[in-house]
């Protein structure tokens, strides 16, 4: 944490310097971790961006999580990830790229298997 808020203090001196620190997991940060980065989110040296499984009303500090946007990311569901993947083709088609076409059922296989063993393909 500390060379974190280092180098964004580094980055806030230069012209135009971005300084966001994302982590994943913050459900796993104690209490004083997570009071630790609050002076800096307060006075603009850190922008964070802070991931979580757990609900955040109860594993995140109430100071940090009063400044903080909270959003709900849920699964997309089979039908949802076809229709991604028809727009990407689509896009890619008008953008000059290859016509690519996928065959109706084609996805149904995968989209069928759980998330963790389609990581790898």
């Known amino acids: 944490m500390r060379a974190a808020v280092e180098r964004a203090q580094d980055l806030r001196r230069s012209p135009g310097g971005r300084r966001c620190c994302s982590s994943t997991r913050w459900h796993r940060f104690n209490k004083s971790q997570q009071d630790a ?22 594993e995140i500090n109430s100071a940090l999580l009063s400044r903080a946007r909270v959003y709900v990311l849920r699964a997309l569901s089979a039908d949802d990830v076809k229709e991604v993947l028809r727009r990407a083709l689509r896009h890619e088609a008008a953008a000059g790229g290859a016509r690519t076409e996928i065959e109706p059922d084609a996805l149904e296989p995968w989209l069928a298997r759980p998330m963790a063993t389609r990581a790898g393909h």
């Open 37 to 58: 980065f609050l002076p800096y989110v307060e006075d603009g040296t850190l922008c964070f961006i802070g991931a979580t499984t757990e609900n955040p009303s109860f």
